[in-house]
């Protein structure tokens, strides 16, 4: 049963750290989106790579957020340095050209305390 | 870039009654229309989708229509049970090397009253 994987699922840590998310999309996807979901903001998408190229970032804080695929079966986003306003659920979700289901992770819920 | 609305953000309906969202898209070159369900904690599922070279699809209890003219699809669940309260969300794609792509609207949080 192919699945996204991200890890961590759960994180806390202190304002002002390092945080980074990681993500496997299924094996053979060439899409990979980033969302960060908040009870007030719904699914919002921060970042979208297709063979590995960001597409799209704009969504993104440029200032503290960065978005990288090193390779096909490895998607990082990471976020230096954290603020309380950050704390959220941060979902990957990968799938074929953009434009057919996207399969999501289980997320990962980030608390910056 | 693409901008998705969605209504209503809360709808409560009696178990076996329909229930129906709505949503609109800003951008004429989305061609995929997909709409996923989240229960409380876990990750969004898609439950259906539709393409723009058709107006309806049907599957079970769900339906989706789809109006290009108008830039607007709705989401149909007929004969309601309480395991169909979620959130539902849609979304508009463009796919291939568009930005702003896979965009989701805000989301419909469905309850079914038994």
């Known amino acids: 049963d192919a699945r996204v994987t991200q890890t961590p699922r759960h994180k806390v840590t202190e304002m002002g750290q390092e945080v980074t998310m990681r993500c496997q999309p299924i094996?053979?996807?060439?899409?990979v989106f980033w969302y960060r979901q908040t009870m007030m903001q719904g699914l919002e998408l921060l970042a979208y790579?297709?063979?590995?190229?960001?597409?799209?970032d704009s969504g993104m804080p440029k200032d503290r957020f960065s978005a990288e695929m090193p390779d096909a079966t490895l998607a990082t986003l990471k976020i230096q340095p954290s603020e309380p306003r950050d704390s959220a659920v941060y979902f990957c979700?990968?799938?074929?050209?953009?434009?057919?289901?996207?399969?999501f992770g289980q997320g990962t819920r980030l608390t910056v305390v | 870039g693409e901008n998705v609305e969605q209504h209503p953000s809360t709808l409560s309906v009696q178990e076996g009654d329909s229930a129906v969202i709505k949503c609109t898209y800003s951008?004429?070159?989305?061609?995929?229309f997909p709409w996923y369900k989240q229960e409380l904690g876990k990750r969004p599922q898609l439950i259906i989708d539709?393409?723009?070279?058709?107006g309806e699809k049907k599957d079970q209890r769900i339906a989706v229509t789809l109006n290009k003219t108008a830039k607007h699809f709705s989401l149909h669940i007929t004969e309601t049970q309480p395991e169909d309260s979620a959130v539902y969300f849609c979304?508009?794609?463009?796919?291939?090397?568009?930005?702003?792509?896979?965009?989701f609207g805000p989301g419909t949080r469905l309850s079914v009253l038994p």
């Open positions: 951008d004429s070159a989305s061609n995929y």
């Open positions: 979700a990968s799938g074929l050209d953009g434009n057919t289901e996207a399969f």
């Open positions: 790579f297709r063979n590995r190229a960001p597409l799209d």
């Open positions: 094996l053979g996807h060439n899409t």
């Open positions: 539709i393409r723009s070279n058709v």
């Open positions: 979304a508009a794609s463009k796919g291939r090397n568009y930005g702003q792509n896979f965009v």
